[in-house]
Nanobody, 113 residues
Framework: QVQLVESGGGLVQPGGSLRLSCAAS????????MSWYRQAPGREREFVAR???????YYADSVKGRFTISRDNAKNTVHLQMSSLKPEDTAVYYC???????WGQGTQVTVSS
């Protein structure tokens, strides 16, 4: 049974940091590129970051220089380190195995003073 479980969300002040994690099981994690997406209230889900199997990373322009995606194939985990957070980063963050319908339940990130 495929599972993606996100964690690490919460409430943080503008300028703060959070580290999200996504634990994968039920499929060969190292064989898949992995992505983070986010969805804010009333908006469509949008791409945030991707890390391919070889470790090359891609970012949305809105988060470039502030967010870092990484993966640990030994632990079947993908992380999203978020720094210099802004109120517009507020959303539910989801991880996804690229090219599949494997999605987690999401973790809420709220950036507010």
């Amino acid at each position: 049974q495929v599972q993606l479980v996100e964690s690490g969300g919460g409430l943080v002040q503008p300028g703060g940091s959070l580290r999200l994690s996504c634990a994968a099981s039920g499929f060969t994690f190292s064989s898949y590129d992995m992505s983070w997406y986010r969805q804010a209230p009333g908006r469509e889900r949008e791409f945030v970051a991707r890390i391919i199997r070889l470790g090359i990373t891609y970012y949305a322009d809105s988060v470039k220089g502030r967010f870092t995606i990484s993966r640990d194939n030994a632990k079947n985990t993908v992380h999203l380190q978020m720094s210099s957070l802004k109120p517009e980063d507020t959303a539910v963050y989801y991880c996804n195995a690229v090219g599949t319908e494997f999605w987690g339940q999401g973790t809420q990130v709220t950036v507010s003073s």
